[in-house]
């Protein structure tokens, strides 16, 4: 049996802009006031697991030990097809200290070289802990390929080089409404919703 959020303050254990608007805007519906790990000044924890899980329940533990308040954090990435999976857990380290997602796709880019092969997906976990340690954790994937040059400056990351199946426009040029209906993030933010949250 899964843990309701009963409504209230909750911590988006990130200090990326960018997936705190995501956030905000995916929890529009219900009673909760969101503060950001950035806004209270919380330091970012070392995120020394090997799966996108793992670094979720640190974040969301570590956000919960520093503010004593109900926490939701994602660890999400992009998982490339012909790279084993690269970048993956460490998509953000890719980017380097100055968070230059330019450079990263780059990166990727140049890792592919000739491959035919560009599919990719981005994976998304999300959990949702508690004070007293209880914690919910779901898992979200999108599945796309990756188109070069980079296309559109709407989302982060690396979505303006991710084309999702079935779609035009990558997740750079995508309005925010349409990504999030069928984003890795949306995904597992459904599954959280229909288990942790009621509707105000």
Not at 64 to 80: H, M, Q
Not at 115 to 127: E, G, P, T
Not at 170 to 192: C, N, W, Y
């Amino acid at each position: 049996m899964t843990r309701l959020f009963e409504g209230g303050q909750l911590v988006i254990a990130s200090h990326n802009q960018g997936k705190v608007r995501e956030f905000g805007d995916l929890l529009n519906p219900f009673d909760v006031t969101l503060i950001s790990a950035g806004e209270l000044s919380l330091p970012e924890p070392v995120e020394d697991g090997e799966t996108f899980r793992t670094n979720a329940l640190i974040k969301a533990h570590a956000a919960c030990k520093g503010s004593g308040l109900r926490s939701l954090s994602d660890d999400s990435g992009l998982a490339v097809s012909a790279l084993g999976g690269q970048p993956g857990i460490y998509s953000a380290r890719w980017a380097g200290p100055q968070k230059d997602f330019q450079k990263a796709m780059q990166s990727v880019e140049d890792g592919l070289d000739d491959n035919k092969d560009r599919s990719a997906q981005f994976v998304c976990a999300l959990a949702l802990a508690w004070p007293d340690g209880h914690a919910e954790v779901f898992e979200g994937t999108v599945a796309g390929t990756l188109t070069w040059p980079p296309r559109g400056s709407l989302g982060f990351g690396y979505d303006p080089m991710f084309l999702p199946n079935n779609h035009t426009e990558t997740f750079g040029e995508m309005d925010p409404v349409e990504k999030h209906q069928i984003s890795h993030r949306a995904d597992a933010f459904e599954q959280l919703v229909a288990n942790c949250f009621v509707k105000s």
